[in-house]
């Protein structure tokens, strides 16, 4: 049953009921594939916004949902972004393109400081550009809501265990620094200009369709591919650190939750439970009958410049206030990643070879 509402501010108080727009940024990646189908399930129109022709996963072939309808724009380019939320005119924007990949943050620091980091400025300004909100603290008839895809990268060194929205930040990564910036860019946007915006931290969260270079998914692939003899091994950096990983699909579901709100705020998303590389990895090939121990290399070359080691969530005020919990679990998750793999390995696609080629790259 689609959900219908007032137009929540771009029609100057008008008693048209439209159903609800939402435009999302990062919309070919994992979270914007799981949100776009969340909202239109709820009823939304639903308006991602694409590189066009620079697009690396356009290149790929990445499919997004047949009902997304596509708007251009580059968190790099200003006027590209105001175009876009002139045409859209979303009640909601859902920011959650960034250059994500931990490594690269180092291999290309300023590209990251330009898209994760001044990209949510340029994505607020747009929003007050077009909204016409002003410098004045008192929010005017129109008030889109906008969330920023915040990390638990921002507490990196962690200086408590577990991390909540109180915790002070202490970045390991150029992309853990740029994620602070926006961060308090968001707050500040609130502060200032009274915008509905607000940061969800959200700790790992990943599904058979996370990029193949994150270690949860380099690991479900491994394990597929050693099983079905495409590979006899997986090269591996870090396996002690840890982190609390989630099921995707739970968070986006948060996200909506965050901007269905009274008020704006910033919360943690998280289970709550940190484990090891090393049991995931124990994990994913005891799935498929195997001894990691057999097939698992470990790179140096793999290694960070600085490491994140520990993350864990303290989400009660999720819990609490929004309602939010988690449905999957670790031992869950990974089985139905490493499941998805060996029928995604098995499948035509891979005889054609271009996923394990991918792959090959990567690894
Ligand atoms: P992802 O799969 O890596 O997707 C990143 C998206 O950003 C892609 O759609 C990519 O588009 C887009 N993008 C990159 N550069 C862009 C640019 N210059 N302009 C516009 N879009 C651009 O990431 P994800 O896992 O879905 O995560 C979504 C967001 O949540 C990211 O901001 C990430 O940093 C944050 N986050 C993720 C996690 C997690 O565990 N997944 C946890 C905390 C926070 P192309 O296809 O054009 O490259
Ligand atoms: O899967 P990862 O690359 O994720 P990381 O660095 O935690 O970042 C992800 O989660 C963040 C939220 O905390 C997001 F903000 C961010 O955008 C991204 O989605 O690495 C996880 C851990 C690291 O400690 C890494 O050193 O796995 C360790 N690891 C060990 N061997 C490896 C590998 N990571 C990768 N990617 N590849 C390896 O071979």
Wanted: hydrophobic share 40%; glycine share 10%.
């Amino acid at each position: 049953m689609p959900r219908r509402d007032h137009i929540g501010g771009w029609s100057q108080g008008l008693e048209i009921i439209l159903t609800r727009r939402a435009l999302i940024t990062g919309i070919t990646g994992q979270d914007g594939t799981y949100l776009a189908r969340h909202l239109l399930a709820a009823g939304y129109d639903v308006y991602g916004m694409v590189r066009g022709q620079n697009s690396p996963s356009a290149r790929c072939g990445r499919q997004v949902h047949p009902d997304v309808r596509l708007v251009n724009g580059d968190l790099m380019d200003q006027s590209s972004l105001i175009s876009a939320v002139d045409r859209v005119r979303p009640d909601e924007i859902y920011n959650l393109g960034a250059l994500s990949y931990v490594p690269t943050s180092w291999r290309q620091p300023n590209t990251t400081a330009e898209i994760t980091g001044t990209g949510v400025v340029r994505m607020l300004e747009a929003v007050r550009i077009v909204a016409g909100i002003t410098s004045s603290r008192t929010p005017g008839p129109s008030r889109p809501r906008f969330y920023q895809a915040s990390s638990s990268e921002m507490f990196g060194k962690v200086r408590e265990t577990p991390q909540n929205e109180l915790t002070p930040f202490h970045p390991r990564s150029p992309y853990g620094v740029a994620k602070v910036f926006g961060h308090y860019t968001v707050q500040n946007y609130r502060e200032s200009y009274g915008m509905y915006a607000v940061s969800g931290m959200l700790f790992n969260h990943e599904s058979p369709i996370r990029g193949p270079e994150f270690v949860t998914r380099k690991v479900s692939l491994g394990a597929a591919a050693v099983k079905l003899g495409l590979r006899d091994s997986l090269r591996l950096g870090n396996l002690m650190a840890e982190r609390d990983w989630g099921f995707a699909g739970d968070y986006v579901r948060g996200m909506s939750m965050m901007l269905a709100q009274d008020e704006p705020d910033d919360y943690v998303l998280g289970t709550g439970i940190a484990h090891s590389v090393r049991e995931l990895v124990e994990l994913a090939f005891a799935h498929v009958d195997l001894d990691w121990r057999d097939h698992v290399v470990l790179d140096e070359a793999l290694q960070r410049p600085a490491e994140v080691d520990l993350l864990c969530a303290d989400a009660t005020k999720a819990q609490q206030r929004l309602g939010w919990k988690p449905t999957v679990y670790f031992e869950e998750l990974v089985g139905m990643m490493v499941d998805s793999d060996l029928r995604l390995l098995s499948g035509p696609q891979c005889s054609e070879g271009g996923v394990i080629r991918e792959l090959a790259d990567l690894w």
